[in-house]
């Protein structure tokens, strides 16, 4: 479902911060991560970080989904889940500046 991943030292390569930055940015909810691999170890989806920044518009439809009782591994799921409504995912309309569409549909999910 979720075409690539990111270590979160990769992450941290991509922003051009340190690691520290990075797992702040985990722990205050403005990314999200899966544990995953033999280390079982977090990842970061790939979409997540776009030229050297957080993909806009994505900590505060995070902040929404957790509001809804959403884990990282739900909120993730359902960015990159298919909406015929969007159309398209979730998360490929954050990338398309869609934030506003995103946001009512997860908070519609909360009632």
């Given amino acids: 479902m979720v075409p690539g991943w990111l270590t979160i030292p990769e992450v941290a390569k991509r922003l051009g ?17 899966v544990r995953r691999g033999p280390n079982d170890a977090p990842h970061v989806p790939a979409a997540f970080v776009a030229e050297g920044t957080v993909l ?3 900590a505060g439809t995070l902040t929404v989904l957790h509001d809804a009782g959403y884990s990282d591994v739900e909120a993730v799921r359902w960015l990159f889940s298919p909406d015929e409504s969007l159309p398209g995912s979730p998360v490929q309309a954050l990338r398309e500046n869609r934030k506003t569409e995103v946001r009512r549909r997860a908070q519609a999910m909360a009632f």
């Fill in 17 to 33: 911060v340190d690691v520290t930055h990075v797992r702040r940015l985990l722990k205050e909810r403005q990314l999200a991560a």
């Fill in 56 to 58: 806009k518009g994505l």
